[in-house]
């Protein structure tokens, strides 16, 4: 099967008084119906990512480079009216805040018929139709009442539903949700999690989803990349993630969450930081941090290593589970 979204060796950087290699070679793939997650500590290049696949990132102080296909589509050679006709109709984005995404000067039923007009030609008062159909899809209050509603005049969740509702109006193929939960208490967390869920799979989309918490990943992603300093460290299965994580990274990220563990134990951190990425080390990047790592790990870039399967680490140890990494590190007996 053909992916509908194609990232290979992916770079971003940002040049401005100093130089940030924001994307250091991403690849990844997308199939249709799936949904992706892109998971890691914040600074790892996930949103960068999200943004590359739309060009919505600066165009004078950015540089992309490697290649992004989008529905068959070379996004890097689009010209303007290209981006514009996709954004929207064939790739959407739910935003992490929607009170910065949302405009404050028009109603929210004028914001989502709008979209209509532009990318199916109909009348204003048909892209009103679709607006309410779009709210009551989402399961908005009073949904003919929040037409004529501003979004400072709704709550978070319900801002955060209006988004999803203004993303998913046109039915595009694609869906990027870029940390859509982070705002949003426990409650309406779980809410929108579950509503995503259930329009993903209502209309067939495909969807990228952006976040740093396992326990959001799990609730809705079917397959996960974690990345790690602009780089993908490790990606497979939600399942192969969660019971046998190859990169020490992936498997710190894994003992640092409260999911599996038990009352009263302390919880395993990551010491150390992330590498400044205006200077990305020519190694791994993980290694100052890595409680693994030898002494090539320091002059050597770690290969990828292909586990099969769709899955792949970039660690010189990805073919050893994570008791057998943790039983190398107990000493011989005598």
């Given at each position: 099967?053909?992916?509908?979204?194609?990232?290979?060796?992916?770079?971003?950087?940002?040049?401005?008084?100093?130089?940030?290699?924001?994307?250091?070679?991403?690849?990844?793939?997308?199939?249709?119906?799936?949904?992706?997650?892109?998971?890691?500590?914040?600074?790892?290049?996930?949103?960068?990512?999200?943004?590359?696949?739309?060009r919505?990132l600066?165009?004078?102080?950015?540089?992309?480079?490697?290649?992004?296909?989008?529905?068959?589509?070379?996004?890097?050679?689009?010209?303007?009216?290209?981006?514009?006709?996709?954004?929207?109709?064939?790739?959407?984005?739910?935003?992490?805040?929607?009170a910065?995404?949302?405009?404050?000067?028009?109603?929210?039923?004028?914001?989502?018929?709008?979209?209509?007009?532009?990318?199916?030609?109909?009348?204003?008062?048909?892209?009103?139709?679709?607006?309410?159909?779009?709210?009551?899809?989402?399961?908005?209050?009073?949904?003919?009442?929040?037409?004529?509603?501003?979004?400072?005049?709704?709550?978070?969740?319900?801002?955060?539903?209006?988004?999803?509702?203004?993303?998913?109006?046109?039915?595009?193929?694609?869906?990027?949700?870029?940390?859509?939960?982070?705002?949003?208490?426990?409650?309406?967390?779980?809410?929108?999690?579950?509503?995503?869920?259930?329009?993903?799979?209502?209309?067939?989309?495909?969807v990228?989803?952006?976040?740093?918490?396992?326990?959001?990943?799990?609730?809705?992603?079917?397959?996960?990349?974690?990345?790690?300093?602009?780089?993908?460290?490790?990606?497979?299965?939600?399942?192969?993630?969660?019971?046998?994580?190859?990169?020490?990274?992936?498997?710190?990220?894994?003992?640092?969450?409260?999911?599996?563990?038990?009352?009263?134990?302390?919880?395993?951190?990551?010491?150390?930081?992330?590498?400044?990425?205006?200077?990305?080390?020519?190694?791994?990047?993980?290694?100052?941090?890595?409680?693994?790592?030898?002494?090539?790990?320091?002059?050597?870039?770690?290969?990828?290593?292909?586990?099969?399967?769709r899955?792949?680490?970039?660690?010189?140890?990805?073919?050893?589970?994570?008791?057998?990494?943790?039983?190398?590190?107990?000493?011989t007996?005598a």
């Amino acid at each position: 099967m053909k992916p509908v979204v194609s990232v290979r060796d992916l770079t971003v950087s940002f040049h401005g008084e100093r130089t940030v290699h924001a994307v250091n070679g991403v690849s990844l793939e997308v199939r249709q119906g799936e949904v992706l997650g892109l998971l890691g500590e914040s600074g790892s290049g996930k949103s960068v990512t999200m943004r590359a696949l739309m060009r919505l990132l600066p165009r004078k102080r950015t540089r992309i480079a490697g290649s992004i296909e989008v529905d068959g589509r070379d996004v890097l050679a689009m010209k303007d009216d290209e981006l514009s006709a996709m954004r929207g109709k064939v790739v959407s984005m739910i935003f992490q805040e929607p009170a910065l995404a949302l405009d404050p000067v028009y109603t929210i039923g004028a914001q989502i018929a709008e979209s209509v007009v532009r990318h199916e030609g109909k009348s204003m008062a048909e892209g009103r139709e679709r607006a309410l159909e779009m709210l009551e899809r989402v399961r908005i209050p009073s949904p003919k009442r929040r037409l004529d509603a501003y979004p400072h005049e709704m709550s978070g969740g319900m801002r955060q539903r209006a988004m999803i509702a203004l993303a998913l109006a046109c039915k595009p193929k694609i869906l990027l949700a870029d940390e859509p939960t982070t705002a949003l208490d426990a409650t309406v967390q779980i809410q929108i999690l579950l509503l995503l869920r259930e329009l993903q799979a209502e209309m067939g989309m495909s969807v990228i989803f952006v976040t740093h918490d396992l326990g959001v990943a799990v609730e809705i992603c079917d397959r996960v990349s974690v990345m790690y300093a602009g780089k993908v460290a490790e990606t497979g299965t939600l399942a192969n993630l969660v019971r046998d994580p190859r990169h020490p990274y992936a498997q710190g990220l894994l003992s640092s969450t409260v999911l599996g563990a038990r009352r009263g134990e302390r919880l395993t951190t990551i010491p150390g930081a992330p590498p400044s990425l205006s200077q990305p080390p020519q190694a791994c990047s993980f290694e100052p941090r890595c409680r693994f790592a030898v002494a090539s790990c320091a002059i050597q870039r770690p290969p990828e290593v292909d586990l099969g399967e769709r899955r792949m680490a970039r660690c010189i140890f990805a073919e050893k589970t994570a008791s057998e990494k943790i039983a190398s590190l107990q000493p011989t007996p005598a």
